[in-house]
């Protein structure tokens, strides 16, 4: 009961059930922020792709988010130089793993028959109908004609047309359709670019024109692969009677860059972002370069690079020691650039915001707030990069871009602007190299998902039965 004397600084007490409370207490309760949870670059990283890419991809997203949140799916490449190469591969194979050019090639071989089994039934088909003239039945040889051309479009629908797919002709970009393409045609005319504030507008409404390319693959290039859905691990690499190891592991979609090239007997290739060798070690792994020059900006990753060529290719491989270049240069001086049309192949395998490394790693993440700034400025780079690639290439010369993110501003996006300003400021004209009949042949392997709808160039996306990429990959060929 309350008792009128019982005062005190905190208010007037009560007593219920024998349990004293504080009336102040009640009605005045201290409130107590909350501190934000504190965001790590993964998760900034994963926030910005569900915002960008989810529109993008649109139904295909989530297939691809639940890839790049999975482990990754490797190949292994084969060391030809070592001692035991024979006997490695063999060692890979009882694993359940297969090489994975030996297929590609296959698929070759069984489209070109298709394509001639139904060639020469076209060809018989004109021909009773021009001896249908004399008298034959001419119903019948219409409806053999007929469904003729229904065996072709089914093929065409099905994996023997994959390597014929036809893109679009013309593709307008959302600024075209609201402004129109005159406006951007005028403006582009009129804009003095400064290559050292590239706008990224360069490009809008530039045409770059279309070819079909064909490809052969390397014979002695030696992809070691696990079937579809099989998610083993390679063991770690034996080594020869010389200390090198007998292969390595990459991501799967790395190597389609280099069979992008096309690399010929006694060409020259140029590497111009080699570190830390991969693809550079491909390359060697043809036999077919005369000459592999490898650059990059940085000392420390030039020096990872020389120490991972000298443990794959031991001293005594012939005078491939004479054959492979290294070389310091800063690939985006577009300025102070002297690698002149100077080489027959050229990679252009440029530093990105590397989208499965953002989702799994922190350390020296593109996404961390003090890396914004980097992030944002790499199509500049990219671009200054890929216009020092093409001035590189003789003329006649290919240049292959490729990254692995799926960011259309780093890669149709660069394609498109470097083209412009090759064009206006060095009188460099190109045109794209089509993959598909690659493409064709990666799709039918049932190994890779690819993604198509790409203004330019080729989009590897991952999927969690052969989880392999990102990677973007561009062939063009220098016309003047």
């Known amino acids: 009961m309350f008792r009128p004397g019982q005062l005190t600084g905190f208010g007037p007490r009560f007593r219920f059930n024998q349990q004293p409370v504080r009336l102040k207490s009640l009605l005045h309760k201290k409130n107590k922020a909350r501190s934000a949870p504190i965001k790590t670059p993964t998760m900034l990283a994963l926030e910005h792709f569900d915002f960008y890419y989810g529109p993008i991809f649109g139904k295909s997203w989530p297939s691809i988010r639940l890839g790049l949140l999975s482990p990754h799916k ?10 035991k190469a024979e006997r490695n591969i063999q060692l890979i194979e009882k694993l359940g793993a297969f090489e994975l050019l030996d297929t590609l090639r296959e698929q070759q071989r069984r489209q070109k028959n298709r ?44 994996e023997a047309g994959l390597g014929e797919f036809m893109p679009p002709v013309k593709e307008l970009t959302r600024e075209q359709l609201v402004m129109g393409r005159d406006h951007f045609s005028l403006k582009r005319d009129s804009l003095s670019v400064d290559l050292d504030s590239i706008s990224g507008f360069e490009g809008v ?14 014979e002695r290039l030696k992809l070691m692969i696990y079937p579809r859905s099989n998610i083993n691990d390679f063991p770690s690499p034996s080594y020869g009677l010389r200390g090198e ?4 592991l990459m991501d799967g979609a790395s190597i389609v860059p280099i069979l992008a090239l096309d690399l010929q007997e006694g060409e020259t290739f140029f590497d111009m972002c080699a570190a830390p060798g991969g693809k550079s070690l491909l390359a060697i792994q043809t036999g077919l ?25 031991p001293e005594d491989q012939g005078d491939w020691a004479d054959r492979i270049v290294l070389k310091q240069k800063d690939a ?4 102070g650039w002297d690698e002149l049309q100077c080489y027959d192949k050229v990679l252009a395998d440029v530093p990105c915001s590397s989208d499965r490394l953002s989702l799994i790693q922190d350390e020296g993440n593109m996404f961390r707030t003090s890396a914004m700034r980097e992030r944002l400025d790499l199509p500049h ?29 780093q890669n149709e996006g660069v ?4 083209a412009a300003i090759a064009r206006e400021h060095f009188g460099i004209k190109v045109e794209e190299r089509k993959l598909d009949t690659m493409v064709g042949d990666l799709l039918r392997s049932e190994l890779f998902q690819i993604n198509r709808q790409r203004k330019f160039g080729t989009l590897i996306v991952p999927h969690l039965p052969c989880n392999f990429g990102p990677m973007y990959v561009c062939k063009l060929r220098r016309l003047a």
């Open 74 to 83: 490797y190949i292994a490449a084969m060391n030809n130089f070592s001692s």
């Open 115 to 158: 394509r001639s089994d139904l060639g020469s039934q076209s060809g018989a088909i004109e021909l009773d109908l021009v001896k249908a003239e004399s008298g034959e039945n001419l119903d019948a040889l219409r409806e053999r004609a007929e469904n003729v051309e229904f065996l072709k479009q089914t093929a065409m629908r099905g």
């Open 205 to 218: 409404g530039f045409d770059i024109p279309k070819v079909d390319d064909r490809i052969s693959y390397p």
């Open 245 to 248: 190891p007998s292969w390595y």
């Open 289 to 313: 370069p005369r000459q592999v020059v490898c650059n990059d900006k940085k000392m420390a990753r030039l020096g990872q690079l020389r120490r991972a060529l000298i443990m794959f290719l």
């Open 332 to 335: 985006t001086n577009v300025k």
């Open 381 to 409: 780079k990219q671009t200054k990069i890929l216009v020092n690639a093409l001035r590189s290439a003789r003329i006649g010369g290919t240049v292959v871009y490729s990254t692995c993110t799926l960011s259309p501003v």
């Open 415 to 418: 394609v498109e602007n470097a």
